[in-house]
């Protein structure tokens, strides 16, 4: 028994000394093969130490069988191989550090079904990918969305495609549309106003001055001519005053029976006015009753090429002057005017200075 355990010792021992050789035959290697690297120059010329050179090896007809152990394989494989170049290596490795970056910028900027569509390739297969490009996209890819949620809000709430589902779109078409968009919102608001607005509201109460006008109206077409009243309303916005309008041949008669009228007794003329509406002259006579305390407005129309309407002053002397400054500043004649001349331009002044189509002689005066 004690024979074979010596020899196992002894076998034991020789694995052991085969395996240091191994590893410090590695070890070696490893050495020159880093030395290489670090000096190209050298490394061309250097050999591992307790090996031949190649090329000695080579003329003498030497063929070394190398170790059958993997990892010293793999070392002379490396030191077989041509001599590295430091810088180049550290290119290689920042490019590799720089496409890792990129993809991972790809990923997070690509959308869900983006994601799902680009499958992972092969680092050595995918072509560089630009950032800046990739952002670009992204942020072309938030407005198409923003847009088109703005244009979904404006049209009613229609729901908005996604971003990669989306066109590349014109953002003034965009605009335009909106614009659009709120026009036919505001039409619709204001159809919807005015049929608000002529949905029958209730009648407007009478004016309390309306039973005064509607007799005054049935007295002159009674007593004068049913042609004699050719208008007659309320002006609310003067106090509800009463207005007819009076045709010029049934003025002087219509005249007296407003004034010498039981029921009327309109014997103060208060004012008298004249009008160019341009189309026509528009004379106004506007009457109180001191009995009554009412009010009442008479208009006569005249044409305005020749401008005349009969004088009221037989009936109310208060017209005098008042058709005379008519007569001055705007050409209106009042036949049966006991004085019908100019009150405040001179005789010889020529034109009526109120008159819109009155052009002055003189620009200074």
Known sequence: ??????????????????????????????????????????????????????????????ERILPESGEAHEQSVVSEQPAANPEREAKL???????????????????????????????????????????????????????????AAAEGGEPAAAPGDAVGSDPEREAKQKAAAEARAARAAAKAASEAAEAPAEPKPPSPKQPQLDETVELVRSL?????????????????????????????????????????????????????FETHMEVVYHLV????????????????EAPSVPSATPVWATANWNEREIYDLLGVDFPGHPDMRRIMMPDEWVGHPLRKDYEPLDPEV
Do not use: C, F
């Open 1 to 62: 028994m004690s024979e074979e355990q010596d020899k196992d010792k002894e076998l034991l021992g020789k694995q052991k000394d085969d395996s240091v050789k191994a590893e410090s035959s590695t070890a070696e290697k490893a050495e020159a093969a880093a030395s290489q690297a670090l000096d190209p120059e050298k490394g061309s010329s250097a050999s591992v130490p307790g090996q031949p050179d190649q090329q000695e090896a080579k003329a003498a007809g030497d």
């Open 93 to 151: 490795k920042a490019a590799a550090e720089a496409r890792a970056a990129r993809a991972e910028l790809k990923v997070s900027a690509a959308t869900p079904s983006q994601q799902q569509s680009d499958a992972p390739a092969e680092e050595g297969s995918s072509p560089a990918v630009n950032p800046e490009r990739e952002a670009k996209m992204k942020a072309a890819a938030e407005a198409r969305a923003a847009r088109a949620a703005a244009k």
């Open 224 to 276: 004068i001519s049913e042609q004699a009243v050719e208008e007659a309303y309320i002006n609310e916005l003067n106090d509800h005053m009463p207005i007819i309008v009076v045709g010029r041949d049934h003025w002087q008669a219509t005249a007296n029976l407003l004034r010498t009228h039981d029921r009327l007794q309109y014997g103060y003329l208060r004012n008298v006015s004249g009008i160019d």
């Open 289 to 304: 009753s001191i009995e009554t305390k009412r009010e009442l407005a008479v208009k006569l129309r005249a044409d305005r």
